[in-house]
């Protein structure tokens, strides 16, 4: 499985900005996906996750809010609506998946990334 991560760039405070994560190869419809951030010199977070079907998601409590993932599976494709954006959203915004029925939250989890793409928030 491939993932292919765009949408970033340069906004001011308050803007918004939409993450796309397209996934291509031996895609399962069975699986759950999740965008993960790392900003300079910080470890990477868990951001927002979603399980097979779109029903379930869940949001790490900084992006609660104000962000929102979504899929389609039709188009094999995950997004991160991201608004009113903050100089702290300020990252490099990695997708990843792994094949399950139940969205997690946990890095190792997901056993496939993307290569990242950089969102800068000025103030």
């Known amino acids: 499985v491939q993932l292919q991560a765009s949408g970033g760039g340069l906004v001011q405070a308050g803007a918004s900005l939409r993450l796309s994560c397209a996934a291509s190869?031996?895609?399962?419809?069975?699986?759950?996906m999740g965008w993960f951030r790392q900003a300079p010199g910080k470890e990477r977070d868990f951001v927002a996750g979603?399980?097979?079907?779109?029903?379930?998601?869940v949001y790490a409590d900084s992006v609660r809010g104000r962000f929102t993932i979504s899929r389609d599976n039709a188009k094999n494709t995950v997004y991160l609506q991201m608004n009113s954006l903050k100089p702290e959203d300020t990252a490099v915004y990695y997708c990843?998946?792994?094949?399950?029925?139940?969205?997690?939250?946990?890095?190792?989890?997901?056993?496939?990334w993307g290569q990242g793409t950089l969102v800068t928030v000025s103030s």
């Open positions: 979603i399980n097979w079907s779109g029903i379930s998601t």
């Open positions: 990843a998946a792994n094949v399950g029925v139940l969205v997690s939250q946990k890095e190792r989890q997901y056993d496939y």
């Open positions: 190869g031996r895609t399962s419809s069975r699986s759950f």
